[in-house]
T-cell receptor, first 116, second 112 residues
């Protein structure tokens, strides 16, 4: 079955440690995205990538880093510089182009990160 | 910015109808999505509107007025499983990069 996988579902880290969240898709989508969601809030865009080896900052990129070395993979690193890292992190992907299919994003199951 | 406003929470009775409104800034508008998100899960696609009018899909319908920067999601014959958050998201075309911007979500609670 095609889809997006994120692992692990729950992740716990100590303050001051960097942590990397994985995101893999086998939908052959060109574009991938990382969002952060806080309790009772909407989704905020952290980083996105339209093509391999290229990515752009979203609205809240500070304290995060990404890489896009393969089409299928878009890992997100939460660095110690991120002041409030505890949140629900969602990865998404979409086709490229100008049709609706390019705008519709498919989401992974999410990773809930808790930093203490 | 591209403020997208929707009510925080709504409560309705099983079998009833609920309408969730969404207003957005119109500059750069290129389409509007509604997603459903159950607690702790990923959002799932419900509907897409790019032209004015009503799109009906079973018990769910979505309406768009581009000139007014307004959309609504209509949930009919409510079921307990419809208790979830509903996210309004707008695709904006921007020189700095096209992106999907989400509203804060409307939490719908369906009561027996």
């Amino acid at each position: 079955d095609g889809g997006i996988t994120q692992s692990p579902k729950y992740l716990f880290r100590k303050e001051g440690q960097n942590v990397t969240l994985s995101c893999e898709q086998n939908l052959n989508h060109d574009a991938m995205y990382w969002y952060r969601q806080d309790p009772g809030q909407g989704l905020r865009l952290i980083y996105y990538s339209q093509i391999v080896n290229d990515f752009q900052k979203g609205d809240i990129a500070e304290g995060y880093s990404v890489s896009r070395e393969k089409k299928e993979s878009f890992p997100l690193t939460v660095t110690s510089a991120q002041k409030n890292p505890t949140a629900f992190y969602l990865c998404a992907s979409s086709k490229s182009g100008t049709q609706q299919s390019a705008y519709e994003q498919y989401f992974g199951p999410g990773t809930r990160l808790t930093v203490t | 910015g591209q403020n997208i406003d929707q009510p925080t929470e709504m409560t309705a009775t099983e079998g009833a109808i609920v309408q969730i409104n969404c207003t957005y800034q119109t500059s750069g508008f290129n389409g509007l999505f509604w997603y459903q998100q159950h607690a702790g899960e990923a959002p799932t696609f419900l509907s897409y509107n790019v032209l004015d009018g009503l799109e009906e899909k079973g018990r769910f319908s979505s309406f768009l007025s581009r000139s007014k920067g307004y959309s609504y999601l209509l949930l009919k014959e409510l079921q307990m499983k419809d208790s979830a958050s509903y996210l309004c998201a707008v695709w904006y075309l921007r020189a700095a990069g096209n992106k999907l911007t989400f509203g804060g979500g409307t939490r719908v609670l369906v009561k027996p």
